[in-house]
């Protein structure tokens, strides 16, 4: 079953907009850990930011901030005035250290292209 | 600087070929893992390794082996029993011990383009 949702393929926006990407988990443990990656086109991933599921507390890191809900199980992702270099797919995903033989795996979405037009 | 170098960039498999990705790190890091990328889909784990000489299988090992001689290399082979081993190979690495594995941010290389000939 899938345990990580992005349910946007794809997103375009005009620069200087605000764009939010959706991410809704499912999961049984009451202990584990959320991520956002960016992965440009060169293809390497780019660690953004960890939640972890004790600390509800929304985040803010420039233009990024992240707003987590445990009552929705969601964590989602705003980029306020977009820039052109935010064009990437972005990946949200799930760890479970306590779920046996996938304690030390990382589950992830499919992932959300963004592009930002100029 | 530190970081994790993957190679080849792009590389191509014949018919009932072995091919071999390497993935190095200076990082320092006790876990690495292999991660395959399909068009328009998320990343999937083929294998992990916490420690030297010890690895674990993913989610879609099949067709695929590893080794882990040493701390700061993981490759791994793509067999000929992989029937549709294109895709995009990305190796990552993370720091901790046990539990807190899971806990910690991974670090991606720039990843490995395996197609068919």
């Known amino acids: 079953a899938q345990k990580v949702t992005q349910a946007q393929t794809e997103i375009s926006v005009v620069e200087k907009e605000d764009v939010t990407l959706d991410c809704v988990y499912e999961?049984?443990?009451?202990?584990?850990?959320l991520f956002w990656y960016k992965q440009p086109p060169s293809g390497e991933l780019v660690f953004l930011i960890r939640?972890?599921?004790?600390?509800?507390q929304n985040e803010i890191s420039g233009r990024y901030s992240w707003n987590f809900q445990k009552s929705t199980s969601s964590f989602n992702f705003t980029i306020t005035a977009s820039q052109v270099v935010d064009s990437a797919v972005y990946f949200c995903?799930?760890?479970?250290?306590?779920?046996?033989?996938?304690?030390?795996?990382?589950?992830f979405g499919k992932g959300t292209k963004l592009s930002v037009i100029p | 600087d530190g970081g994790i170098t993957q190679s080849p960039k792009y590389l191509f498999r014949k018919e009932g070929q072995n091919v071999t990705l390497s993935c190095e790190q200076n990082l320092n890091h006790d876990a690495m893992y292999w991660y395959r990328q399909d068009p328009g889909q998320g990343l999937r784990l083929i294998y992990y390794s916490q420690i030297v000489n010890d690895f674990q299988k993913g989610d879609i090992a099949e067709g695929y082996s590893v080794s882990r001689e040493k701390k700061e290399s993981f490759p791994l082979t793509v067999t000929s029993a992989q029937k549709n081993p294109t895709a995009f190979y990305l190796c990552a690495s993370t720091s901790g011990t046990d539990y807190s594995f899971s806990n910690q941010p991974q670090h991606f290389g720039d990843g490995t383009r395996l197609s068919i000939l």
């Open positions: 995903a799930l760890s479970e250290p306590y779920s046996g033989a996938g304690s030390y795996q990382l589950t």
């Open positions: 999961t049984r443990d009451t202990t584990y850990y």
């Open positions: 939640r972890n599921s004790f600390d509800e």
